[in-house]
């Protein structure tokens, strides 16, 4: 599922978060985004990891989890179009929650 330019542009124009922006602002975003895939088991990151990218699931399932204590939780589940990683948006020097996912997944990232 490598995307071209024209690709994020639409599935950019899809995204709540994005939805006041005009043509220009989204080609714009969309050549900041870069396309990434993981495989099933493949970390994402890890709770406690530094807060250095915004998420946008572009295809696959995702659970956010948190670790408290010794005992693992999951605190919800992530389908396509869905954001994460925000942490980095609030100047969180880091995760506050993981990122596991049970299948392949494509996912856009921006610094």
Request: no cysteine.
């Amino acid at each position: 599922m490598p995307e071209d330019r024209e690709d994020k542009i639409e599935f950019l124009k899809k995204i709540f978060l994005f939805a006041g922006l005009d043509d220009d602002q989204i080609g714009r975003l969309a050549d900041e985004f870069e396309v990434l895939s993981f495989i099933k088991g493949e970390p994402i990151y890890y709770q406690g990891d530094p807060a250095v990218y915004f998420y946008l699931l572009r295809d696959g399932r995702i659970r956010r989890t948190t670790i408290r204590g010794p005992h693992l939780f999951d605190v919800d589940m992530l389908l396509p179009g869905d954001y994460f990683g925000e942490d980095m948006l609030f100047n969180r020097p880091h995760r506050e929650k993981a990122i596991a996912q049970d299948e392949h997944v494509w996912v856009l990232r921006v610094r």
